[in-house]
Each structure stands twice: as structure tokens, then as C-alpha cells.
């Protein structure tokens, strides 16, 4: 399948975990999240999903987040 920690586009900077984040979309997020997203990515400004969700006012998608921790051991 493909990559949830892949970019993608070059003018789409963020992981598909950020741009979930971005609408709100929490259902999206776990979906990711199941399918291997790395809830410790980080944007290209070194900003954390779990901080970009706190930023957006979704604090139940930054709770989610948590929940899940890094990979990897990151």
C-alpha cells in the first residue's frame, strides 16, 4: 500500500497526517494512524503533528496522538 508518511507532491510539504490534522478530520487520523502514519512527524519547519493539532484547537486529535506515541522509539 502506499506510504501515510510520504509527502507526496512536492508543493504539499506535509505528511498526510498533517493535512487529516488540518481538516479535523479525527476519523481520518486513526485511519492513518492504523495503517502505519507516524504520530511523532514532524513538518518542515520541525513542528510536531501533536503540536499542529493543539495549534488547530483539536485537542481530542492531539489526545489521539499521544495515545498512539512515536514509532520507532522516536
Do not use: M, W
Amino acid at each position: 500500500g502506499a506510504n501515510p508518511n510520504h509527502g507526496g507532491d512536492l508543493t504539499l510539504v506535509s505528511p498526510a497526517l498533517f493535512a487529516a490534522v488540518a481538516s479535523g478530520n479525527e476519523t481520518a487520523v486513526e485511519l492513518l494512524l492504523q495503517a502505519g502514519a507516524d504520530p511523532s512527524a514532524r513538518d518542515e519547519r520541525d513542528s510536531s503533528v501533536v503540536r499542529f493539532a493543539e495549534q488547530c484547537g483539536y485537542g481530542n486529535i492531539a489526545k489521539l496522538l499521544r495515545k498512539v506515541g512515536p514509532k520507532n522509539g522516536n
